[in-house]
Antibody
């Protein structure tokens, strides 16, 4: 069965960086994009961008360009999302999700809570 | 960027009733690339409907989606206690992908 398993919760100081991982199993990793979506406490869903695991190509939402980097390691079927220069506004749950051209985001990771606090 | 506006913000209904949730987009959504998700507290979103009207794997047939262009609807024909949650629409036909702000379906 398709599964996306994310890394555990993180607590970071303002100005630091965080890198969240998303390990895929149960399907061909290179065959589907991986999207990242974040959700601030009590708020809605915000799309951050996607990575094409096959080519490594990326597409970032404008709000995240320049300080978010999405990468992948196809040898271990894992996608990564790094956020630099963290502020308290980046406190959120970060989700990875499998992207299907027709079905949109059909499988989601369990989410990773990133807390930014001094 | 396509803006999605969901209404109502909160919907209060009783189990067994019919729920109708609306999603309007600021521009026409190409090829009906409109999806609906359900999210319960502390859980990841779950895909319910894609392509405006196709149910995702394992979704009960009491959930149905309809609409095209700029007006879309999610209908839950007979609410079960497990259906009370937040529902989001999303367009994925053009970049950037965008979500609506959500409709909270609560028990009356």
């Amino acid at each position: 069965q398709v599964q996306l398993v994310q890394s555990g919760a993180e607590v970071k100081n303002p100005g630091a960086s965080v890198k969240v991982s998303c390990k895929a199993s149960g399907y061909t990793f290179s065959g589907y994009y991986i999207h990242w979506v974040r959700q601030a406490p009590g708020q809605g869903l915000e799309w951050m961008g996607w990575i094409n695991p096959n080519s490594g190509g990326t597409n970032y939402a404008q709000n995240f360009q320049g300080w978010v980097t999405m990468t992948r390691d196809t040898s271990i079927s894992t996608a990564y999302m790094e956020v630099k220069r963290l502020t308290s506004d980046d406190t959120a749950v970060y989700y990875c999700a499998r992207g299907d051209v027709q079905k949109s985001l059909d499988y989601w990771g369990q989410g990773t809570l990133v807390t930014v606090s001094s | 960027e396509i803006v999605l506006t969901q209404s109502p913000g909160t919907l209060s209904l009783s189990p067994g009733e019919r729920a109708t949730l609306s999603c309007r987009t600021s521009q026409s959504v190409s090829s009906s690339y409109l999806a609906w998700y359900q999210q319960k507290p502390g859980q990841a979103p779950r895909l319910l409907i894609y392509g405006a009207s196709s149910r995702a794997t394992g979704i009960p047939d009491r959930f149905s989606g309809s609409g095209s262009g700029t007006d879309f609807t999610l209908t839950i024909s007979r609410l079960g206690p497990e259906d009370f949650a937040v529902y989001y629409c999303q367009q994925y036909g053009s970049s950037p992908v965008t979500f609506g702000q959500g409709t909270k379906l609560e028990i009356k």
